[in-house]
């Protein structure tokens, strides 16, 4: 039996356990834009899927609703991949394990994907229905959401008559997000020269850590074990001489990383234990209520490659150390909202190069530009080089917002109290789907999803419940 067969509403469930079932991370999204093409020829809807793997799918209005204005639903198909150490799923090829716990589906050792499943299987739902009363219903979902909206920013948006879009992307219920910021991926790449160095190798692990998402949750003061790294192998370094041989932390860069790890060579093994083991207290007390689980591992490796040279260590360990991270500046107009933050989210070494990439975001344009010109600065100093790529624009705030009333009337209808009215740091398609379409009037809404991006993401079956006949009522009101 599926796991989520018993869950109502059924179609919805249905549709999500389907996705569910198709490997569907960022850049491994073409099979499940073929599922949905599938869809859409078996029930004879129109639809368009571009080389991004981009579909559209559009559904007539039904009876009554013929002169309506038409509606966009919008969600991306794409999920961050993250798993618990010693999972061994293969998550490019193998579909998620999921389970139901009390109130909540999650799947076992992974990341569930709920963001953002839950709006594609919500908006294959909808035009499944033909039962339900709405307007002409236009469906968008794009790719790569998760590594920059890059499919979004390919998207040929000229089949779209709706300049109204309801955005399935938002993870707390009764919470209407009408704005968010803009973003970009920033690369920072050194080359590396290296050269034998007669000294103990040592592996350094830095470990359980809580991370989360980079535009929710860098407001929360949870540890980067990106940048713990570099201030523990600094501390290391002070002791005893050290040549960094290799380094590692991080999948994503919009996700704040859990663990990070390094091979290095050093004069006195038993002086860089001390440092590191002094370290660790340090950094335990510090991040004693955030990352509670923190630990740091320090064992002799039998690493083969050759270390660094004294300089390329310098350079690898400085830019570490001075790299702008975390939040930069908070609004002076919406009380604790970030304006301004970035997020080392990769750090990879190479032979001959160590690339370190941020997730950069900012509601203010010359904010953005402004840790560009940082880290391109920085960079540069070092003998690097600065890539980047996926740079979108934030999405405004509408004083006048037609659909926005609409849906509060339901809202207070429906739940008896005023919506949540906010604009976020995290990035959300909109802000390029309305460069695409002038005048789009946008709302973003969605379930409760906890700890998105980590493998202890749940998702709220009775929050779906809720939503789902929150958006039956708007598609029957859009007259």
Not at 122 to 129: F, G, I, T
Request: hydrophobic share 40%; net charge negative; glycine share 10%.
């Amino acid at each position: 039996m599926a796991a989520l067969e018993h869950l109502e509403p059924g179609g919805v469930f249905h549709f999500f356990e389907q996705l569910c079932a198709i490997p569907h991370g960022s850049r491994n999204t073409k099979t499940i834009s073929d599922w949905c093409v599938d869809f859409a020829r078996e029930r004879g809807l129109a639809y368009w899927q571009d080389s991004a793997n981009n579909v559209m799918i559009i559904k007539a209005a039904s009876p009554g609703y013929e002169n309506a204005p038409a509606l966009i639903l919008q969600g991306h198909l794409d999920m961050v991949c993250e798993k618990e150490p010693g999972c061994p799923k293969d998550m490019d090829r193998e579909g998620l394990d999921l389970s139901v716990e009390g109130d909540s589906v999650c799947a076992v050792g992974t990341t569930l994907g709920g963001d953002d499943g839950i709006a594609v299987a919500m908006a294959l739902a909808v035009l499944d229905d033909d039962a339900l009363p709405h307007p002409r219903l236009e469906v968008v979902l794009t790719t790569e959401e998760e590594i920059g909206m890059l499919g979004a920013t390919a998207l040929d948006a000229s089949p779209l008559q709706g300049r109204q879009m309801v955005n399935l992307d938002s993870e707390e219920e009764g919470v209407f997000t009408v704005g968010c910021a803009g973003g970009s991926m920033v690369r920072c790449t050194l080359p590396l020269v290296r050269e034998a160095f007669d000294g103990a190798r040592l592996a350094v692990r830095i470990g359980g850590l809580t991370g989360g998402h980079s535009g929710t949750e860098i407001n929360k003061g949870r540890a980067n074990a990106d940048m713990l790294l570099g201030r523990l192998l600094r501390a290391i370094a002070a002791k005893t001489q050290l040549r960094l041989a290799r380094a590692a932390g991080g999948l994503k860069d919009n996700a704040i990383p859990t663990a990070a790890e390094a091979v290095v060579a050093v004069a006195d093994a038993k002086a860089a234990k001390e440092a590191a083991k002094a370290m660790a207290e340090t950094l335990r007390r510090e991040y004693a209520l955030t990352d509670p689980g923190l630990t740091v591992m320090v064992e002799a490796s039998d690493a083969g490659e050759t270390p660094l040279c004294a300089a390329s260590t310098q350079r690898a360990l400085c830019l570490l150390t001075c790299a702008p991270n975390g939040v930069q500046a908070y609004s002076q107009d919406v009380p604790d909202l970030v304006q301004t933050s970035l997020n080392l989210g990769v750090l990879e070494s190479g032979p001959e190069a160590l690339s370190a990439t941020f997730c950069v975001r900012s509601a203010v344009s010359t904010q953005k530009e402004m840790l560009h010109d940082r880290l391109r600065c920085l960079t540069e100093q070092l003998g690097g080089r600065v890539e980047i790529s996926g740079d979108y624009p934030a999405w405004e705030y509408r004083r006048d917002s037609v659909l926005r009333a609409r849906m509060t009337d339901i809202f207070r209808a429906q739940y008896g109290r005023e919506p949540k009215i906010e604009v976020i740091h995290a990035g959300v398609e909109c802000g390029i789907l309305c460069g695409k379409l002038p005048g789009l009037d946008c709302v973003s809404i969605g379930p409760d999803l906890t700890e998105i991006h980590t493998p202890r993401e749940k998702m709220s079956i009775s929050s779906v419940q809720r939503v789902w006949a929150f958006l039956l009522e708007v598609l029957k009101e859009s007259k």
